[in-house]
């Protein structure tokens, strides 16, 4: 058996998972979420994380990475302390002193 027959093989056992074949036919006509085929494949997300993986080795899925729109809200607060005042509060906070 030469290597391309192993390769054809292992795309073979790839196709023949429920979960992969599924996580194909999901993202057929528009991308998805690894969190949504997880819920549409009812499967955990390690299964589709792993699922994912063995397709993208064979080039049978491409992923992208995207940002939510509507995702990310971040505030910092910073105040003008020295540092050894900071130190000082997170001992207290820590010892329960104050």
Known sequence: MSQSDGEGEDVLAVLDDEYATEILVETYTEP????RLAELCDAS???????????????????????????????????????????????????GES
């Open 32 to 35: 998805r979420s690894a969190c």
């Open 45 to 95: 997300r390690s299964t589709v994380y792993r699922r994912i993986e063995r397709l993208q080795t064979h080039d049978l899925l491409e992923t992208r990475q995207q940002l939510d729109p509507d995702g990310l809200e971040v505030s910092i607060d910073h105040t003008e302390e020295d540092a050894a005042s900071r130190f000082t509060g997170l001992y207290e906070e820590f010892t």
